[in-house]
């Protein structure tokens, strides 16, 4: 297979964002926002970032111009935030269930499905693992400590903690990562029911309850791969390395 877009001084990967209340200058405003970090990897990597902010006002919905989108683009990075709506893989809200937008959830699903459809490489952090596993038929546990009996995986809002993984033989991700590795992970929620098609390819390792899913991947795709923990707070450009290189074909 050959690149989608030959001549390109860089393959263009779009990189989701935030909206939030942000400060500069003198300015405080509701704005696109996403930490440096991501978009440094990509470009690290190889990629030159496209910031894919989800508007609220589009005159066709938040869906509108997906297809547009991805097809201007050699690869897709699905970066983390709040909560999905538990009401897109069919469940009602925890008390726990917090920071959902259900506006980004329908820009991203909306970008996520062109994505698979034009078989471009997508990477999926975190919240954007969970969307691809929900966008695929599967579920979450919406508050981890309630399943596993602990917080080792976020001890507070914003915390990031250090897991311990084991890839699955044979995976994308045992090819990029090795065996084992640790991780920095900041999530309260975790798949649940495998969405359709996927593959487990990491699970943490420790005093689980339950077998936690850290790694999901769709085989017979180019790159399709979620990860629940953050790389990027790592600086670890691994994975990035591996989605550029998708792009190529």
């Known amino acids: 297979m050959t690149a989608r877009h030959p001549g390109r001084a860089g393959p263009l990967v779009g990189v989701t964002t935030y909206v939030a209340e942000a400060a500069w200058g003198d300015w405080t405003r509701r704005a696109a926002v996403v930490p440096s970090s991501y978009y440094e990897l990509v470009a ?48 009602a809200r ?91 992970c900041s999530h309260h929620q975790a798949v649940d029911r495998l969405g359709d098609g996927l593959v487990v390819a990491a699970r943490a390792l420790g005093p689980e309850a339950v077998d936690v899913i850290e790694a999901v991947e769709l085989p017979g795709r180019r790159f399709v791969v979620g990860i629940q923990w953050h790389p990027e707070e790592a600086g670890d450009r691994r994975f990035f390395d591996a989605l550029v290189a998708a792009t190529a074909g």
């Not at 009996?149 to 250090?162: C, I, P, W």
């Open 44 to 91: 690290a990597a190889g990629g030159r970032p496209l910031l894919l902010p989800h508007c609220h006002e589009a005159a066709g919905g938040p869906r509108e111009g997906a297809e547009e989108v991805v097809a201007a683009l050699d690869g897709l990075v699905l970066v983390g935030g709040g909560d999905l709506d538990p009401a897109c893989y069919g469940q």
């Open 94 to 184: 925890h008390r726990e269930t917090r920071g959902v937008d259900p506006v980004r959830d329908a820009s991203e699903r909306a970008l996520l499905e062109a994505a698979l459809a034009a078989d471009l490489p997508v990477l999926a952090v975190c919240r954007g693992h969970q969307l691809l596993n929900a966008a695929l038929g599967g579920t979450l546990f919406q508050h981890l400590p309630d399943v596993v009996g602990h917080q080792g995986h976020r001890t507070a809002g914003g915390e990031f903690e250090d897991v311990d993984v084991v890839t699955v033989p044979g995976t994308t991700a045992e090819a990029v990562m090795g065996e084992k590795a640790t991780v920095r």
